[in-house]
Structures are given as C-alpha cells and as structure tokens.
C-alpha cells in the first residue's frame, strides 16, 4: 500500500516526521512517498494543481494525504474521497476547503467522524498528525472506508478554488488555468481579458495568427495560448487572475 | 523495521544518500524515514527538540539515528540509548554532545566501542556514514544492542543544553523552554526575567489577568505564557536565554 | 530492489512524485531513495560527482535514476550503463550528456530504444517520467537489462566534463577536481596555474613547505591542495576552471 502527503509544513520542522511515525505505527508495511512539503503556506490553490499533476502516476489504490489547511481548529470538515482520477481509483484524505476540487470527480465523498481512529489527544492545531495521518495508517491498514463516516453530497463544491482562475503562468506566457477539458463540455466559451475563447485546439500549429487560443496542457489542464508570444501579456492577466466560463448553452 | 533520520547535513550534498546506503546495504528491507536534514549546522539545541517532539510518534522498536556533531573527530564519545520514551520503548544513536538529553530517561546508555561495526575506511569528517548509519543497520539487522559497547553512567548529563534554556519564541510571544513538566516535579521555582513562576496551569483559561504563567506545550515541553500577549516583550527574553530553576526543596 | 533517484526538479513540483508514482505502478515493492533534488539547473558537472560520491556507498544491484537533463526533447540519447563502481555491480539510468562519466568504467552502456517501456503519451519535456521512471521499474520488476537496446561504445566519452576541471574549491581552498587517481595512472603531469604536480600524496604530512600536491580526498577525487593555505589561491583558480593533465607517457 502506498501513501503519498502533500503539505505546506516544510521539512524543518518535526510535523512531518510525526505524522510518518503515526502511519507506520499503525501501517507498518506501507511505502510513504512525499509529493512535496513546499506548497506555500495556506495556498490551497497550489497544493490542488501539484496533488492533481502528480496524483494521476500512481497505481490504483494509493491514498492521498492533503495537509493544507488554514482552517484547521474551525469547522471546516476533515473528508475522505474515494473515487476515479484518469482512469485509476484512488483515495484522497484532506480538509473540505477546496484542496481536492481538481481531483473530485466520479466517486463518493465521506465525512470523517469516526473519532475512535483519531489520534488521541487531538490537538487544535495538528490534524495532519492526529486526524488525517491516523485515517490513512487505518484505510492502508484494510478498514473499510465506509467506517470513516457519512457519505456527503456537498464536498468543496462552492470552494473559491472552483471558479476560473490563471493558476500560474509559464515561462512562454502561457496561461495554466484551474479548468480541466471535461468541465468545458463541448460548446463552451471563456471569456478572459476582453476577448472570448470557444475552442480547444489539439496542437500549437492550429492556431490562426494572433489567436488567442485554449489547448490541454501536460497537466491536463486548459492553458490559455498564443503562439510564439505571451497570452499574459497580450491579456494583461497573472497568478490568480479569475475569468468567465459559460458551458452547456452553447452549441459549436 | 524503521530508522529515522535527523542531521544537520542539507540536502544538497551526497551525505544522506551515502548515510542510507550504507544503512540499506546491512538491512535491506529496513524503512528509512527523514525526520530533518535541515537543523542548522552545529545547532545541538533545535536537534533536541525536533528529535523529542517527533520521535515519540514512532512504534516502538523504531531506531533514531542524529548526527548533528559539531565534536566530529574529537574526542566525543558516539553512544546508544535504548529506553523508554513518553511510554513507548525506543533506540537512539547520535553523539554524545547533549542532543538526547531531552529523551534520556529510564533506559541505559552504551558507549560505540566495538569497531568491527563501523564501515571501513572510517573518516574523520564523516561518522554519520561510518559510525552511525552502519550502528543503525547492524542493530536494524538483529545484533544485541550490548555489542555495540560497555554501558555507561555520565552520558550528557552535564551538558549545556541541560541548562533552563528558552529554545524558541513562537509567534504570539510564548517562549518554549528545554524543561519537561516531569523535571519540575511538585514544589518548584523557575526565576526569568525578573519574576517568578511557581505552577503549571492546565490551559489558559486558568491564568490570572496579566499573570505570567507555565503551560505544558503541545510538544510536552513546558512554555512560559501571558494570556493574550507577549511574555517574550513582557520578560525581554528571547531564544537562547537562559534562567533559573529551583526544583526539589520547595512545597507547594 | 533499490532505486535512488537525482535530479535537478527541487521538492516543490509534482515533478518528483510523479516519477515516483510510475516507479511504484511498475515494480510496488522497490526501495527509492532521494540522492537529491537540489542539484543546480542544468548542472550535469554538479551531479555528475553527487552520483559518484553517494552511490558507491548502494548495495550491489542498486539502480541509479540521474535526470539533469538540459538537452531534454533533443537527439542526446537516453544510456543504461551496468558495471562495476568501486567493487560493486551497479546500474545507472541518465540521457547520455556526460553525468555518467566519472563512474563509467568496467561494464556495459546500452542506448535506451525499446518505447514499449516508456510510459505514454511520452512528453517532449519529462524525459524523466516517461523514460527514465518507466524504464527504472521495469528494471527492477525484472526485465533483462539486454531488453532496453542495443550496446553502444561512444558513451559520453567527449563530454566536456571528462576534461580535467576544478569541481569544487572547499572551504580551506582545496581545488578538488574531476580526475580519480586510475585515471592518472603512474606517471602523470598536472599542469595548472602556472605550475606542474608529478606526485600524489599518502598524507598532508607528506608535503613540502610551500608544495602544491596532490591527494586523493574523501571523495575518491584528486584534490590539489597546499598544507595550512589555500591552493585556489595560490594558482588563482576556482571552480569551472580547466587545467591539462599528461598521462601515461612519463615516468616517476
């Protein structure tokens, strides 16, 4: 069994040590992989596009842990996904804030309640040690995952993570949105930085001159695009940048 | 089997991949986990407490290899301690320069004496690859932990950072101390910056208007506090202070 | 079975999960180990002797993943080589752009041309997760190394990292260089700033007053140094800097 973390704790401190301990006390035989500790502090955002980039390349059945959370002590709900990501069902453990909106898709959302697999005592202040490390030595160990808790229908779906955003901008100027080619549907239109994209193209040699165009990046995500020169510029768009999506209304 | 590391190597250099072949080439199907390789060079002081504050979450039998060794090539003894750790039985091996005085407790402290563990040629710069991780993989492999070498008495004992020592102010002021809620025991005194405080409070809610108080930490290291400010402005202390404390032969 | 893994991706991309990932999808039970992921961009020179010095410290067997990579999408070609470093059979996976050269020696380079390896969609831009990862777990999942193509004999031999250069100047100005004592054979010629080096030393002891030498460091490398000064400056040379090396036509 494999279990992967994905935080923002950083390596200098003990937290990551400690929840590794948790795990293995309790999973003994499991492979713990680190996606990174980096992510910067609190930035949900980021941590959802590295889980998704990476999450996709491990087998079947790896759970993932996701420890990003600014609202850890508020009411804010610990969930576990269970569910299929390109192909491969996989489990995702995180706080509802948003962090796993690029990855939920078809599959059931659970809220964790069964406190009996909690870490005791549970600080206010380290659920990545004593919630959400714990639930994974136990669903690595072979509890069921209904025995986490309820099945939800409402997880992370109005997260402000959801709405169209530019995620990052690459070096080309390229700009790497939160929208995966499915959300699109087939008639679609994205409006960004006055002008009105209704297109995915498959390939850079498509594209008109000048057209600003939308195409699946290596991350299967939909980047904004114009060839051989800078769609940020031309839109006067950055990290963070949020934009309009129609879908469904429209016919091709 | 797991080992955890703690050094103060960084990650740039080859140091900790030849630590872990080393251990993976005389116990193979050992579990190596990081607990840090970014303690700051020499810093004894952060080593102990990362050390304390993440290993008692490791099952017991978990060995916990630190090299942060400012003594390298002198005369500093390199040693092992099997004990009991917040009641979980665990090893330790690391130099003898203080940085288990926090976990050294019931057990007993051997001496490395024995040669033929080591990995040859031994370096004057290097033991953690030479002395330490080989230790590690030779115990991980099942040798008695009395090969290693003759039991001794004065390990660490007198080391400076046995000293009442602020080890770090958190950010809303709270100044972490080396002490443990046990060393205190019943009648105590510690004197800091011109006061002085003589109980532990169980939270906050206890404390006294504009009392300075002692709390026992997440980390199970006691704090010394001021209820919604900062006892660091209020003492003028900062890290590294040291001060006093009478323990043993007041009643409280 | 045992992979470690060097790169110049850092922590904080998805870039070394997922490499990770496609390991662990091919072959569940392997051991990875990060060497590191801190190597300069683009510095094959840097990683070249990371490599050299962390994995002759690996079990026998150990298959070493080396992804520094700047000709990434070009025609450099990707390289197995399995041989014998130090005394121990190893196996290493690199594009062919010189990284490999300072452990190339007795053994076997073959070209990497068998795509029913590669992890696909192969991208123009992650060699690493797409040939190098895939390629690592079919290893150690098994397959015979003949499978991966054909031998070839012109492995990284012109590499501009095989003319002799300062890697690195220590803090006591030590020049430590490229070059392993074998490579010097008996009779031998240093020429660099200025002045000629015919002997390696057992010891500093050894040396003349005020005598430039050379000495086989911890490394396994040639370092030239001069006993209690700096030999950078001395001949006023520092890191990057190439020097000439006569060998095999003289006698001591």
């Given at each position: ?38 992510i910067?502090?609190y930035d949900v955002a980021e941590a959802s596009i590295?889980l998704y ?13 996701v420890v990003v959370d600014p609202g850890v002590?508020s009411a804010r709900r610990p969930i576990?996904f ?10 995702f453990?995180a706080p509802d804030n948003g962090v796993l909106s690029l990855v939920l898709g078809?599959?059931?959302v659970?809220q ?40 939800v229908s409402d997880a992370a779906a109005h997260s402000s993570i959801l709405k169209p955003t530019?995620l ?9 949105t939160n929208l995966r080619?499915?959300q ?56 963070g940048?949020e934009?309009?999506v ?7």
């Amino acid at each position: 069994m494999i279990i992967t973390l994905t935080t923002d704790f950083g390596l200098k401190d003990p937290f990551v040590g400690a929840m590794k301990g948790v795990i293995l006390g309790l999973a003994r035989n499991v492979q713990i992989v680190d996606i990174t500790h980096d992510i910067p502090s609190y930035d949900v955002a980021e941590a959802s596009i590295v889980l998704y980039e990476a999450c996709r390349y491990f087998p079947a059945g790896t759970i993932h842990v996701v420890v990003v959370d600014p609202g850890v002590g508020s009411a804010r709900r610990p969930i576990v996904f269970a569910g299929n990501v390109k192909g491969t069902d996989q489990i995702f453990i995180a706080p509802d804030n948003g962090v796993l909106s690029l990855v939920l898709g078809s599959g059931i959302v659970r809220q964790i309640t069964n406190t009996s697999l909690f870490h005791h005592p549970v600080s206010q202040t380290f659920h990545g040690r004593d919630i959400f490390a714990p639930v994974a030595g136990h669903l690595a160990a072979g509890i069921p995952i209904e025995s986490v808790g309820p099945a939800v229908s409402d997880a992370a779906a109005h997260s402000s993570i959801l709405k169209p955003t530019v995620l990052r901008v690459d070096k080309f100027g390229n700009l790497l949105t939160n929208l995966r080619r499915e959300q699109l549907g087939r008639g679609f239109a994205i409006r960004a930085g006055g002008i009105e994209v209704r297109r995915v193209l498959a390939s850079y040699a498509e594209a008109l001159p000048g057209e600003i165009f939308a195409i699946e990046g290596s991350a299967g995500l939909i980047e904004l695009s114009l060839n051989q020169a800078s769609a940020a510029d031309r839109l006067n768009l950055g990290r963070g940048a949020e934009f309009e999506v129609e879908t469904g209304s429209l016919n091709q």
